[in-house]
């Protein structure tokens, strides 16, 4: 997210546009915690993971008098338009937003999850590794467990992303473990925020920057309400309203990869 924050800037400062950084998002919208940004002031922040403009859930921007709020503090600074960057909660956001008051927004896919559609990559996609798009059941995982103990490993490290469908929680995927595996001592860490904020690849460093140009451009031409994305390494445009209604697939030929290589 850094590194699109700076080609936001950078962009707008090439073009003499006045650029605002917002503050903590819909929250920070809400509460004017706007600070002027310059070339100068995005230094040295590419390769810096999270985003220096810091991030926070708004429930007060899910109600009409929020996004009024929100509205009336950017008229006040003048601000004619927004990229928003995020998922689909940010940009779910951004559409209402743009409905009601017919703000120009354009939205940048920042999501490690990958859960939009319209892009064959998200910004973080590529530097961090997670499959919560099928069910893979837990006969399978075991399997799994019992294959690696067969060949010869003392240990195994299970990565649960957000979303995965195989328990209710990770305690309990823990519980079911230890009853069938009880050669396995399971141990539980919840990484939470701690793993987002890894430095971010070449790949995404470049990708953050290509879109956001795109975007800066998509809205002096006067278009509005629409994600960046980028498939066959051509930039292109969906409506919001399509990408955060659609359900990505995951490869089938990368589970079968995942299979063999960790046997």
Do not use: W
Not at 229 to 245: C, Y
């Amino acid at each position: 997210m850094n590194a699109a924050i700076r080609s936001v800037v950078r962009t707008c400062a090439y073009l003499k546009i006045e650029c605002v950084g917002i503050y903590r998002g819909y929250q920070g919208m809400i509460e004017g915690d706007f600070k002027p940004m310059d070339a100068r002031s995005v230094n040295n922040i590419i390769n810096k993971g999270g985003t220096i403009l810091k991030s926070a859930r708004c429930d007060e921007f899910r109600t009409p008098q929020g996004r009024q709020l929100a509205y009336d503090q950017l008229v006040k600074e003048g601000i004619e338009a927004l990229v928003v960057i995020g998922g689909n909660g940010s940009f779910a956001g951004a559409l209402v937003f743009n409905e009601e008051f017919n703000f120009p927004v354009m939205g940048i896919p920042g999501t490690i999850d990958y859960d939009i559609l319209g892009s064959s990559f998200t910004i973080g996609f590529d530097t961090a590794i997670l499959i919560p798009e099928q069910n893979l059941g837990l006969e399978r995982l075991l399997d799994s467990l019992k294959r690696s103990k067969k060949s010869g490993k003392s240990s195994s490290i299970v990565i649960v992303a957000e979303g995965d469908r195989i328990g209710k929680n990770v305690f309990e995927l823990k519980e079911y473990v230890e009853e069938h595996l009880p050669i396995y001592d399971v141990r539980v860490s919840v990484l939470g925020h701690m793993q987002r904020g890894g430095n971010p690849t070449c790949f995404d460093r470049v990708l953050a920057s290509r879109m956001v140009l795109k975007a800066v451009e998509s809205l002096l031409e006067g278009k509005s309400n629409y994600m960046v994305g980028i498939r066959d390494n051509k930039l292109i445009l969906t409506p919001i309203s399509e990408a955060i209604k659609a359900h990505t697939e995951i490869d089938e030929e990368l589970i079968k990869v995942s299979d063999i290589m960790t046997t």
